[in-house]
């Protein structure tokens, strides 16, 4: 299952946010194991962990090649929000717990625009819906062709960005 939801892209002051949001019919404990548990976290974000669970503390990034980057915790709500670095960015998961589910909030602040985001935002909108995938017990084996799919729509999506100069993609 995949979701259609494109995200929301708004201009700062300084930078720019991207917005993800997805329901899903599950606890927002259990999307929070997701998010924080290592075993879970391996099996839609092979590259990424938690290193230390805290303010702070820090998530690990693998950068494939034998090095380990360090990305700092800047934000702690334990089984609600989760904010870290994310290379010049940060990312933050927010949960809220609904009488049905849990609504999911993906914020990536961006500091700036440019060949990469779109690249970035299409993995993060597959990483949700292999996610969802894994809630629902379900295998997600399609993701470098979800990935195809999607990265066009996010180039589209800052096409008027870079329209008015802001971004060069």
């Not at 995200?7 to 927002?28: D, M, P, T």
């Not at 839609?44 to 820090?58: C, D, N, Q, Y």
């Not at 295998?139 to 060069?168: A, C, F």
Request: hydrophobic share 40%; net charge negative.
């Amino acid at each position: 299952m995949t979701s259609d939801a494109i995200a929301v892209i708004e201009k700062l002051e300084k930078g720019y946010y991207a917005r993800f949001e997805r329901f899903w019919n599950h606890s927002a404990e259990q999307v929070w194991a997701m998010l924080t548990d290592n075993d879970k976290l391996a099996l839609w974000f092979a590259e990424l962990r938690v290193s230390e669970l805290r303010k702070g503390g820090s998530m690990t990034f693998d950068m494939g090649n034998g090095e380990l980057m360090p990305m700092e915790i800047f934000e702690l709500e334990p089984g609600t929000v989760l904010a870290f670095a994310w290379d010049d960015n940060v990312v933050r998961f927010e949960l809220h717990q609904e009488a049905e589910g849990c609504r999911l909030l993906l914020v990536e602040q961006l500091t700036e625009l440019n060949d990469h985001t779109p690249k970035d935002l299409a993995g993060w909108h597959v990483c949700l819906d292999v996610i969802e995938a894994l809630l629902n017990g379900q295998s997600h084996d399609s993701r470098d062709s979800d990935w195809k799919q999607w990265y066009p729509r996010y180039i589209e999506l800052l096409t008027p960005y870079r329209e008015q100069g802001n971004v060069s993609l």
